[in-house]
């Protein structure tokens, strides 16, 4: 999932600040980012119009609000289909999306459930109209089945997320947080340190 358009999508959700929105991110998304590259891509948002500069608050936190540049990237971010990638990017984005308020949650999944259909389509059409015929052949014979069964597995977890969005379309969703986020590392379990 690309950290920049998850940022855009929460910030369409109100100002937030540097750490705020790392939280926000580990909140919706379940997974961490480093409060370095938020900031680094708050710059760059910045650079590229979507994003600007709301001023600071008493304690010193800068609050980044979307433009309307930024919003519309938001919004073709999620209803556009992702390339199915490694380490969990597209479960990350449907996560985040289904705890946004206002966004549809269901036509989301159903864009990229759409985007797997037809890359099952194309990888089964391969592999009934052709055979391995020679050394060169069963490589791609070998790597259709994958992107076969790749297609298959997107398609049954995306139908089971849709499930899990359609039992509860109002209670899924959540604002931002107004609870301060805790500088520094997050918690990564409920370890205790030794005594003596």
């Given at each position: 999932m690309s950290v920049r358009h998850a940022l855009l999508a929460i910030l369409d959700q109100g100002p937030c600040y540097g750490y705020q929105l790392r939280a926000e991110y580990s909140r919706r998304a379940g997974a961490s980012v480093n409060v370095?590259?938020?900031?680094t891509t708050?710059?760059?948002?910045e650079r590229d119009g979507f994003v600007g500069n709301r001023g600071a608050d008493e304690r010193g936190h800068v609050y980044w609000g979307i433009t309307d540049a930024g919003r519309a990237l938001a919004a073709r971010w999620v209803a556009e289909p992702d390339e199915p990638g490694g380490r969990g990017e597209?479960?990350?984005?449907?996560?985040?999306v289904a705890t946004l308020p206002g966004v549809d949650a269901a036509a989301a999944i159903a864009v990229q459930r759409d985007a797997a259909a037809q890359r099952l389509a194309d990888a089964e059409s391969v592999l009934i109209d052709s055979g391995p015929s020679s050394d060169g052949e069963v490589s791609a014979v070998i790597l259709r089945a994958a992107e076969s069964a790749q297609a298959r597995a997107e398609i049954e977890?995306?139908?089971a997320a849709a499930a899990a969005v359609a039992e509860d379309p109002t209670g899924?969703?959540?604002p931002l947080s107004v609870e301060r986020p805790r500088r520094g590392r997050p918690r990564t379990g409920s370890a205790t340190l030794p005594t003596g």
């Open positions: 370095g590259q938020i900031y708050l710059e760059r948002l597209l479960a990350r984005k449907i996560a985040l977890w995306l139908d899924r969703t959540f």
